[in-house]
């Protein structure tokens, strides 16, 4: 984006330019010409106008018009926010997304901008940007914007390299579900393991790949009875092969570790660090965890036939299982006062005599305060017992991303039965968390505040009753506004 700027010169006259910013720098693109009366460098300032008229290029703060607006007869008739698309525009472009598909652009700004069904968002481009779509159109190509995906990922994939300089080498890997307003299930949307609570609706699960920063490269969807710890591999294998990532090392939580993908996984070469869930422990892991030092940063490695077991102390965590714990003696005490069992009473246990409390069980749970466990097949010469730790820590980034695409963009499709709307759905709402998470990485601020600051600035519709004239005004930028431009690197 370009902007006019007036400078004096070492010989006092004033300098009319042309410029632009990057990188924080102003980089002049035209000398209009210098001045040392008002009159001329008004005529300067007309002349560096028209030449970035014939240059195509849009000015962010355009300067007041200099026809006269006669107050009498002028009517105001709306407010646009066209900075707020120019600038997501911009982004689009600068990311590599601008090319791929004028409707997934605008579906996905408006994603960002505002959540809403197909049918209001065309509603809301015309009323907030002046763009229009007609509503046949849209929905007769809605459903053709799924076999964008592949083309959709390798701009991800790039836009994360190159402009996040991330390391595909490592990758994070989680599962989500998003149900869905009905009671029917059909070919996709099936009932299953909701994590939405929502088991007697249908759902789809969501498998998303992302980078150490939490930036979105991949994804697939697939039916919602599907068993989460079979979506990995072949999501996983499946991004390896389209982008030439070779052997990355999965991040992943306790639910996607089996027997069964470990094998796949070493099969095919791939490193690993997934939770484990130490209950399960064996006897001879839980003798290696009583006997081991309780300090914060001691670790363990025992080998299992998942990989190596990692387990870390934390007196952080220890407080936090001995909190829970605690809770849980006093409740399974009340139950079995009044010879109850409950439900899901995790220490109480009984049945043909009086009801109990499971010394077995709260011993075990007493030898696991305070540890957490992760399966690797990463050697211990090549990656050390706190470096898996920390690796694996690095899954709130995922958590975070899906707390992203359900609040600030409301991923649930819930106004889509068809599989094809539903699977072009996910993917806007894909490209929109990209570019949302491209936002907040380079700027460090939310998408919330991103979004607020951009629709700050407005442009108000004065039409001359008499003349027909239509004049705009762009109301002034806060002062928020130009550090998140210089920020985001869009230049104005």
Same mark, same amino acid.
């Given at each position: 984006?370009?902007?006019?700027?007036?400078?004096?010169?070492?010989?006092?006259?004033?300098?009319?330019?042309?410029?632009?910013? +990057?990188?924080?720098?102003?980089?002049?693109?035209?000398?209009?010409?210098?001045?040392?009366?008002?009159?001329?460098?008004?005529?300067?300032?007309?002349?560096?106008?028209?030449?970035?008229?014939?240059?195509?290029?849009?000015?962010?703060?355009?300067?007041?018009?200099?026809?006269?607006?006669?107050?009498?007869?002028?009517?105001?008739?709306?407010?646009?926010?066209?900075?707020?698309?120019?600038?997501?525009?911009?982004?689009?472009?600068?990311?590599?997304?601008? $090319?791929?598909?004028?409707?997934?652009?605008? !579906?996905?700004?408006?994603?960002?901008?505002?959540?809403?069904?197909?049918?209001?968002? @065309?509603?809301?481009?015309?009323?907030?940007?002046?763009?229009?779509?007609?509503?046949?159109?849209?929905?007769?190509?809605?459903?053709?914007?799924?076999?964008? +995906?592949?083309?959709?990922?390798?701009?991800?994939?790039?836009?994360? +390299?190159?402009? !996040?300089?991330?390391?595909?080498?490592?990758?994070?890997?989680?599962?989500?579900? !998003?149900?869905?307003?009905?009671?029917?299930?059909?070919?996709?949307?099936?009932?299953?393991?909701?994590?939405?609570?929502?088991?007697?609706?249908?759902?789809?699960?969501?498998?998303?790949?992302?980078?150490?920063?939490?930036?979105?490269?991949?994804?697939?969807?697939?039916?919602?009875?599907?068993?989460?710890?079979?979506?990995?591999?072949?999501?996983?294998? %499946?991004?390896?092969?389209?982008?030439?990532?070779?052997?990355?090392?999965?991040?992943? &939580?306790?639910?996607?570790?089996?027997?069964?993908?470990?094998?796949?996984?070493?099969?095919?070469?791939?490193?690993?660090?997934?939770?484990?869930?130490?209950? %399960?422990?064996?006897? &001879? @892991?839980? $003798?290696?965890?009583?006997?081991?030092?309780?300090?914060?940063?001691?670790?363990?490695?025992?080998?299992?036939?998942?990989? $190596?077991?990692?387990?870390?102390?934390?007196?952080?965590?220890?407080?936090?299982?001995?909190?829970?714990?605690?809770?849980?003696?006093?409740?399974?005490? @009340?139950?079995?006062?009044?010879?109850?069992?409950?439900?899901?009473?995790?220490?109480?246990?009984?049945?043909?005599?009086?009801?109990?409390?499971?010394?077995?069980?709260?011993?075990?749970?007493?030898?696991?305060?305070?540890?957490?466990?992760?399966?690797?097949?990463?050697?211990?010469?090549?990656?050390?017992?706190?470096?898996?730790?920390?690796?694996?820590?690095?899954?709130?980034?995922?958590?975070?991303?899906?707390?992203?695409?359900?609040? &600030?963009?409301?991923?649930?499709?819930?106004?889509?039965?068809?599989?094809?709307?539903?699977?072009?759905?996910?993917? @806007?709402?894909?490209?929109?968390?990209?570019?949302?998470?491209?936002?907040?990485?380079?700027?460090?601020?939310?998408?919330?505040?991103?979004?607020?600051? !951009?629709?700050?600035?407005? $442009?108000?519709?004065?039409?001359?009753?008499?003349?027909? &004239?239509?004049?705009?005004?762009?109301?002034?930028?806060?002062?928020?506004?130009?550090?998140?431009?210089?920020?985001?690197?869009?230049?104005?």
């Amino acid at each position: 984006m370009v902007s006019i700027r007036k400078v004096k010169t070492s010989s006092g006259k004033t300098a009319v330019q042309v410029v632009h910013y +990057k990188a924080r720098k102003v980089v002049v693109d035209a000398h209009i010409g210098s001045a040392d009366d008002a009159e001329t460098v008004g005529i300067l300032m007309v002349k560096a106008e028209e030449w970035i008229h014939k240059q195509h290029q849009t000015m962010l703060f355009p300067p007041p018009p200099r026809r006269t607006l006669n107050i009498e007869t002028a009517r105001f008739v709306n407010t646009t926010h066209k900075f707020a698309y120019t600038v997501l525009s911009e982004i689009f472009k600068h990311c590599g997304f601008a $090319d791929v598909s004028k409707l997934l652009t605008d !579906l996905s700004i408006m994603r960002i901008i505002e959540s809403c069904s197909k049918l209001r968002s @065309i509603e809301l481009l015309e009323r907030y940007f002046g763009i229009q779509w007609t509503q046949i159109t849209v929905y007769r190509n809605l459903p053709k914007l799924k076999s964008l +995906k592949d083309d959709v990922e390798k701009k991800a994939v790039a836009c994360a +390299k190159t402009l !996040l300089h991330a390391d595909l080498s490592l990758i994070l890997y989680d599962v989500t579900t !998003l149900y869905f307003e009905t009671f029917k299930d059909d070919d996709l949307r099936k009932r299953g393991f909701s994590k939405d609570h929502k088991e007697n609706q249908p759902q789809i699960v969501i498998g998303l790949l992302v980078t150490e920063q939490g930036f979105p490269v991949g994804y697939e969807v697939f039916e919602g009875n599907a068993f989460e710890g079979h979506t990995m591999l072949p999501v996983l294998k %499946n991004f390896s092969q389209k982008h030439d990532v070779k052997t990355p090392t999965v991040v992943a &939580d306790a639910a996607m570790i089996s027997l069964d993908n470990v094998k796949a996984l070493k099969k095919d070469g791939y490193s690993y660090i997934v939770g484990a869930r130490l209950a %399960n422990s064996s006897a &001879d @892991i839980l $003798d290696a965890i009583r006997t081991a030092m309780q300090k914060d940063g001691s670790t363990i490695r025992i080998s299992t036939d998942r990989g $190596d077991l990692v387990c870390a102390y934390s007196s952080t965590r220890y407080r936090k299982d001995k909190h829970e714990m605690d809770k849980q003696l006093e409740r399974a005490e @009340i139950l079995i006062a009044k010879n109850e069992p409950g439900r899901r009473a995790k220490f109480v246990v009984g049945g043909d005599g009086p009801y109990v409390v499971n010394e077995t069980l709260k011993q075990k749970a007493m030898t696991l305060l305070g540890w957490k466990g992760y399966y690797t097949n990463i050697p211990e010469a090549t990656l050390s017992n706190l470096e898996v730790v920390t690796r694996y820590r690095q899954l709130w980034h995922v958590e975070q991303t899906f707390r992203m695409a359900k609040s &600030d963009l409301e991923a649930r499709p819930i106004f889509h039965y068809k599989e094809d709307a539903i699977r072009a759905h996910i993917l @806007i709402c894909f490209v929109a968390l990209c570019i949302g998470k491209y936002m907040e990485s380079v700027t460090g601020r939310s998408l919330r505040d991103i979004r607020d600051t !951009l629709m700050s600035v407005a $442009d108000a519709h004065i039409v001359d009753s008499k003349t027909g &004239d239509t004049t705009i005004l762009r109301s002034e930028p806060n002062e928020k506004v130009k550090p998140l431009l210089k920020d985001l690197g869009v230049s104005y």
